[in-house]
């Protein structure tokens, strides 16, 4: 679906204009989905270190976004969901770095985090058969929470997965307690793979899934 934007003096349509594709969507109730787009990448726009694919229709993870998607009021007004399902492929970085900032003060997220008490943080990843530095290499997974003393690290290999299974995992990436009340402050979490300079590659990075609990 496209839309028309209308000349001003004339009042005559003047070109097409794409509607904007979301990049976060609820999906069942307690589920949030933030695609690879809608977070921050470092070096996501140079072709030597990451490139974007669409997920094909036949693809697991596609399906139940897609899914998802049709339930979500932010994309009943497209035909095709899949301009959303875009992820992310790593070529080869030496430094790994994939944030993403909640701000709660903004009015989706207090529909969001409306009526849950935590929120637990899932890295969608798939590992190519071709996956390089890996092994042995620990990725740090981030929550910065604006509840004091809520923070959280934890160091990872991410090996094992690429050899439990071909397809997508489901990663922890953590997780922190929503504010009690009027939702206010910052979450920022991320993956990070900054220490060994070693240069990795190999993965597939569809976004994070948001997994909230009411108890």
């Avoid at 005559?12 to 109730?29: C, L, Q």
């Avoid at 009015?107 to 899932?122: Q, S, W």
């Avoid at 890295?123 to 290499?137: E, L, Q, R, S, T």
């Avoid at 690429?162 to 922890?172: L, Y």
Wanted: proline fraction near 4%.
């Amino acid at each position: 679906m496209s839309h028309q934007r209308r000349d001003d003096e004339h009042g005559e349509p003047s070109r097409e204009v794409a509607p904007a594709v979301p990049k976060e969507w609820s999906g069942e109730e307690g589920t949030y989905h933030i695609m690879a787009r809608g977070m921050d990448i470092i070096w996501s726009n140079d072709e030597r270190f990451w490139k974007w694919q669409t997920l094909p229709p036949e693809d697991e993870l596609r399906q139940q976004l897609s899914i998802d998607a049709e339930k979500s009021s932010l994309l009943t007004d497209y035909l095709d969901v899949s301009r959303s399902c875009e992820i992310a492929e790593l070529n080869q970085v030496s430094w790994l770095e994939a944030t993403k900032t909640l701000d709660l003060d903004e009015e989706k997220y207090k529909r969001v985090f409306d009526g849950f008490k935590t929120c637990e943080i899932l890295y969608n990843i798939k590992f190519k058969v071709d996956a390089f530095g890996w092994h042995g290499v620990p990725v740090t997974f981030q929550v910065n929470s604006p509840k004091p003393g809520d923070d959280y690290t934890r160091d990872e290999r991410l090996e094992s997965y690429r050899k439990r299974s071909s397809g997508w995992h489901q990663i922890d990436g953590g997780g922190f307690t929503v504010p009690e009340g009027e939702k206010k402050g910052k979450v920022k979490f991320g993956m990070y793979e900054i220490k060994s300079q070693r240069w990795k590659g190999g993965i597939l990075l569809a976004g994070v899934t948001l997994k909230l609990r009411k108890g």
